[in-house]
C-alpha cells in the first residue's frame, strides 16, 4: 500500500485553485450536447473528469484534448449505433447520476458500470423512475452494474430533494431534449441548492431555459437545443477550502483563480471562517485567511456537505465547541465521510464526538503524529494534510493517492509551498 509521510511544517506561497469539478463536469457535457463545436479551458485532467469524458465520446461526441483545454463537437452526438453500450464511470458519482437521464435521450440499450464505493453507492431515486415509465433496467444487489433499456420521455419526475440534487441535474440535463414539456417536482426540501444553481446556469449559458419556482418545481420546455460557446471552468471553492483553512490555522498562503460573484455552494467557506472569526486579505488577484484565534460555532451543512473534512480540522483549532450539523448524507459519499472524518483526526489528537447526522468538535491546541488512513477519499487526504501542518509529529498517510479523483496535483501544489511530503 502507498503512504505519504508528512513532516510538520509551515506553508507559505501563493496556489492557483484548481477548476472546479463541478463546473467541469457541467461544461462537458453541455458542449458535448450541443450541435457544434465549444473551446472549454481551464480543465484538470480529474479521474472524475475523465470518466465524464469518455462517455460522451462513447455516446458520439468527438472531444480533442490539450494540456488544460478541450475542443468539443457534439454535432454527432447519439450517433452511436444499436448496439448495447458500456459506459465506465470509474468511482465519480456525478458521471453516473448526470449521465443516467443524458443516455436515455436516445432510445438504447447501456450498461453502467463503476468502480469502489460507487458500485453500491445509491440510484434508487432513478429506479423509482424507471418503474413509474417503463424503463426496463436490471442492477447487481442494488448497485452496478446497472443494465438499462429504453428512452425518456417527457412528463411529470418526482424526486426526494433530500438524497443527492445529481439526480436533479441529471433530468435538468436530458429533459430538455425530449419532445414534450416536462416538470421535475421536489417533494423534500432540497438540499445542496447550489450545486442545481451551477447546474442552471450552465444550462442557461448554452442556450436551455428552465423556470426554476422556489425549487419546488421546475418547468422544462421540450425540444431545446444546445448552442455551442466558450466555457472557462471557474476555480473550485471546494477545493480552495482546504487551502482557507490552512491560513486561518496559521499558514501564509494566497489562493488565485476563486471568483468572487461565484455560485458554487462551497463558497460557504468564506463565510463559515468569517463567522468563526477568521480575518481575510483580499485583492483582485487572490483571498488569503489571515493566522487568526477562531471560536467554535454552529455550522449547517445541508447545503454545503463537502466542506465537512476540513471545517473538521478548521473547529479540532478553534477555542471551545463547534458543531456541524445536517451532515447525514456524508455517509454515502466515497466513503462514511461523517465516521471517517472523526476517526482518523481523533487518531491524530482531535476531540470529535460522532452523531448519526453530525460532529460535535471540541478544541485542541495541536494535532500529534500517528498513522492515519484515506478511506480512498481524495478530501480526507487534504484534510489530514492540512492537519498535519498543526501537529507535533510526522502524520502517516495511508492509500494517498485517492486524491486523483478530484485534486491530482494536490502534493506538489502542497509540496511548493514549503509541505515536506514524503
Known sequence: MQKVVISPTALRGRVTIPPSKSLGHRGIISAALSKGISNISNVQYSKDIIATLEIMKMLGAKIEK???????????????????????CNESGSTIRFLIPV???????????????????????YYEIFDEKGIEYTTTEGGLPLKVKGKLSSGIYKLRGDISSQFITGLLFALPLVEGDSEIVVTTELESKGYVDLT????KSFGIEIENQDYKIFKIKGNQQYSPRDYYIEG?????AFFLVAGAIGNDIKCKGLRKD??????????ILKDMGCNFEETDEYVKALPSKTKGIDIDVSQCPDLVPILAVL??????????????????KECDRLNATAVELNKIGADITELEDSLIIRGVKEFKGGDVDSHNDHRIVMALSIAATRAKGDIIINNPMAIEKSYPNFFEDYTKLGGNVR
Open 103 to 125: 443516455a436515455l435521450v436516445r432510445e438504447g440499450q447501456y450498461v453502467f458500470q463503476g468502480k469502489g464505493k460507487l458500485v453500491s453507492r445509491p440510484l434508487t431515486s
Open 66 to 88: 490539450k494540456d488544460n483545454s478541450l475542443v468539443i463537437d457534439g454535432t454527432d452526438i447519439f450517433s452511436c449505433g444499436d448496439k448495447e453500450i458500456t459506459l465506465q
Open 315 to 332: 473547529a479540532s483549532m478553534s477555542e471551545g465547541e463547534t458543531r456541524i450539523l445536517n451532515a447525514k448524507r456524508l455517509r454515502i
Open 262 to 271: 461565484s455560485l458554487q455552494g462551497d463558497m460557504a467557506i468564506l463565510d
Open 200 to 203: 442552471l446556469d450552465t444550462l
Open 236 to 240: 473550485d471553492y471546494s477545493q480552495g
